[in-house]
Nanobody, 124 residues
Framework: VQLQASGGGLVQAGGSLRLSCTASGRTASFSTMGWFRQAPGKEREFVGARWRTGSLYYSDSVKGRFTMSSDNAKNTVYLQMNSLKPEDTAVYYC???????????????????WGQGTLVTVSS
């Protein structure tokens, strides 16, 4: 399984970006897709996830501003990011896990496969 993330870039505060994550190789219908981010000098943190049932979960810091969606025909998940803030600046990673339990969904170690990351920079 390979995950390819794209869509990052430089945007002014208040702007929007849409990240994409396309899976190739052996794909699993009942897997959880997550988005994480890592700012310089900080630990990787949970942004959001699409649980294998289709339910969506977000961190409090992005709730109401970021939205996940998916196109199953393209094996692609999206992260629409609106009202971006300078503190959203980070490398964003997509990840996939097949054996998560709900209580560990926010933990990076729960995911089996990771994309290479795409840099999002929000200027003030």
């Amino acid at each position: 399984v390979q995950l390819q993330a794209s869509g990052g870039g430089l945007v002014q505060a208040g702007g929007s970006l849409r990240l994409s994550c396309t899976a190739s190789g052996r794909t699993a219908s009942f897997s959880t897709m997550g988005w994480f981010r890592q700012a310089p000098g900080k630990e990787r943190e949970f942004v959001g996830a699409r649980w294998r049932t289709g339910s969506l979960y977000y961190s409090d810091s992005v709730k109401g501003r970021f939205t996940m969606s998916s196109d199953n025909a393209k094996n692609t998940v999206y992260l629409q990011m609106n009202s971006l803030k300078p503190e959203d600046t980070a490398v964003y990673y997509c990840a996939r896990g097949s054996r998560l339990i709900l209580s560990t969904m926010r933990e990076p170690a729960s995911y089996d496969y990771w994309g290479q990351g795409t840099l999002v920079t929000v200027s003030s």
